[in-house]
Antibody
Framework: EVQLVESGGGLVKPGGSLRLSCAAS????????MNWVRQAPGKGLEWVSS????????YYADSVKGRFTLSRDNANDSLYLQMNSLRAEDTAVYYC??????????WGQGTLVTVSS | DIQMTQSPSSLSASVGDRVIITCQAS??????LNWYQQKPGKAPNLLIY???TLETGVPSRFSGSGYGTDFTFTISSLQPEDIATYYC????????FGQGTRLEI
């Protein structure tokens, strides 16, 4: 059974940093592009970043470029999102999602990041 | 960046109704269009990919159509468990989502 479990969310002050993790199981992790998608409270879905299976290609939304860094550890079936210089507008539930042939077929349950003083 | 315009933003319907949601892309995205359902407090769930292919296990009352810039998502006979917010997503280049349609009964 495919499972994606996010962790690392919490309350952080503006300008602070946070590292999110996504633990994958039930599939051959290194064969899949992985993504982070976020959802601000009461708002819609926003794609954040994606990374190819061997980390050859990494892409970011303009809203996080230069502040967030996406990486993965295929040996440990894990995905990471390092978030620096956090702003109030980064407050959201962050989901990791598996990318299967240009659609997101499995999602984690999400982890909440709150940026507030 | 490709912008996705989804309409309506909210919709009230009755059990058994046919429900239609549209999504328009700002440029040609071929058939790289997916539809997701999200219930309150839950992660999104893939319903349709490549504009018209039903994901495994999704009821056949859900369907999708379209190509290029104009797409349609249909629920043929609305059920109470279909109350949710629905999102289109393009993936011709970097992914982006429509703003969502909240479906109420």
């Amino acid at each position: 059974e495919v499972q994606l479990v996010e962790s690392g969310g919490g309350l952080v002050k503006p300008g602070g940093s946070l590292r999110l993790s996504c633990a994958a199981s039930g599939f051959s992790f290194s064969n899949y592009t992985m993504n982070w998608v976020r959802q601000a409270p009461g708002k819609g879905l926003e794609w954040v970043s994606s990374i190819s299976g061997r980390s050859s290609f990494i892409y970011y939304a303009d809203s996080v470029k230069g502040r967030f860094t996406l990486s993965r550890d295929n040996a440990n079936d894990s995905l990471y999102l390092q978030m620096n210089s956090l702003r109030a507008e980064d407050t959201a539930v962050y989901y990791c999602a598996r990318d299967f042939d240009s659609h997101f077929d499995f999602w984690g349950q999400g982890t909440l990041v709150t940026v507030s003083s | 960046d490709i912008q996705m315009t989804q309409s309506p933003s909210s919709l009230s319907a009755s059990v058994g109704d046919r429900v239609i949601i549209t999504c328009q892309a700002s440029q040609d995205i071929r058939n790289y269009l997916n539809w997701y359902q999200q219930k309150p407090g839950k992660a999104p769930n893939l319903l349709i990919y490549d504009a018209s292919t039903l994901e495994t296990g999704v009821p056949s009352r859900f369907s999708g159509s379209g190509y290029g810039t104009d797409f349609t998502f249909t629920i043929s006979s609305l059920q109470p468990e279909d109350i949710a917010t629905y999102y289109c997503q393009q993936y011709d280049n970097l992914p982006s989502f429509g703003q969502g349609t909240r479906l109420e009964i």
